[in-house]
């Protein structure tokens, strides 16, 4: 019997069966969690991840926030963190969201 794993296939995008992802795309890595919709990128330090209260604050801005426009800027060089509070906010709670879920997953409570 397989074990659960929670995750989506990237394969309908590398073989181009789905121009756009239906749900976002979350990852943790050295130190830094993402969650990718289909224009923006939005990246959290573990710092940032801790203190959600704090996310979207000025004194964030850019070390422990950064949010990235994929469509105009692909190679993601200029943060706009401090200017669409609104996606920052959104975006950051989709991702504790999804945190919370990998957590119970790890636990066993989703299966």
Known sequence: ML?????SSLRPLFTAE???RAKPLAFHHQRRAAWIDNRYKLMLSDRAAANPAKVGGKRDVPEAVALYDLIDDPREE??????????????????????????RSLSG???
């Open 78 to 103: 200029r943060n706009l963190a401090a200017r669409p509070p609104e996606i920052v906010a959104r975006m950051t709670a989709e991702l504790h969201a999804w945190q919370r879920s990998v957590e």
């Open 109 to 111: 409570a989703d299966y």
């Open 3 to 7: 074990t659960p794993v929670d995750g």
């Open 18 to 20: 789905l121009a756009t």
